[in-house]
């Protein structure tokens, strides 16, 4: 059955460390999706990446990057020099394609970072 | 642009009231949903509408009704709520692609309490 799994609950950090946040995944489907979303205290839900399980290249936006690897079932998320805008509840996501019309993602519990000054 | 927007921001209500929670998108999308967010958990899937049809209803109870009067809009109305309904409930959009590439973007939520 799919499943994700974000083992980190809460990580705290002082301003400018780096943080990985980890995500690990369960699906039988070869073609997937993930994707990371982060909720400030404000609640909107922010969509910052979507991968699909053909693409294995690490990417860069900024002081963010993520690290997929189907070799480990991971798709961490890596933020560089933390900021206190950071401080967010940081969701991973699935998406199987075997799912047809069925839009649902399976979400991870979060990861809760706060960045302190 | 990835707006969507949700009125109201927050809202208090009587389990005896019925109130209506707004969704709006101009971005071209004919994929809508609502979802349901508890305090520090993963938002949970109530519906989904692809091209204003009622796609997917995850067994939610009769006192929620959504309703999808256009292409941009996406409503819920509520009715006889109890105080565990009391939530962030969550609209977001996406375009409906074939697959499951399609992205969903969130509103900023109505934050509802039920006395």
């Known amino acids: 059955a799919q499943k994700v799994t974000q083992a980190q609950t809460e990580i705290s950090v002082v301003e400018k460390e780096d943080v990985t946040l980890d995500c690990v995944y369960e699906?039988?489907?070869?073609?997937?999706?993930l994707f990371w979303y982060k909720q400030p205290p404000s609640g909107e839900l922010v969509f910052l990446i979507r991968r699909n399980s053909f693409d294995e290249q690490n990417e860069i936006s900024g002081r963010y990057s993520w690290n997929f690897q189907k070799s480990t079932s991971s798709f961490n998320f890596t933020i560089t020099a933390s900021q206190v805008v950071d401080s967010a509840v940081y969701f991973c996501?699935?998406?199987?394609?075997?799912?047809?019309?069925?839009?649902?993602?399976?979400w991870g519990l979060g990861t809760s970072l706060a960045v302190n000054p | 642009d990835t707006e969507v927007t949700q009125t109201p921001k927050h809202l208090v209500m009587g389990m005896t009231n019925k109130k209506s929670l707004k969704c709006e998108q101009h971005?071209?999308?004919?994929?809508m949903y609502w979802y349901k967010q508890k305090a520090k958990k993963p938002p949970e899937l109530m519906f989904v509408?692809?091209?204003?049809?009622?796609?997917i209803n995850e067994s939610v109870p009769s006192r929620f009704s959504p309703e999808c009067p256009n292409s941009s809009l996406l409503n819920l109305h509520l009715h006889a709520l109890q105080p565990e309904d009391s939530a962030l409930y969550l609209c977001?959009?996406?375009?409906?692609?074939?697959?499951?590439?399609?992205?969903?973007?969130f509103g900023p939520g109505t934050r509802l309490t039920v006395l």
């Open positions: 509408y692809s091209y204003e049809k009622l796609s």
């Open positions: 996501a699935l998406r199987e394609t075997n799912a047809g019309n069925n839009r649902k993602l399976i």
């Open positions: 971005m071209g999308h004919r994929a």
């Open positions: 699906t039988r489907d070869t073609t997937y999706y």
């Open positions: 977001a959009s996406s375009r409906p692609t074939s697959g499951s590439t399609d992205t969903q973007y």
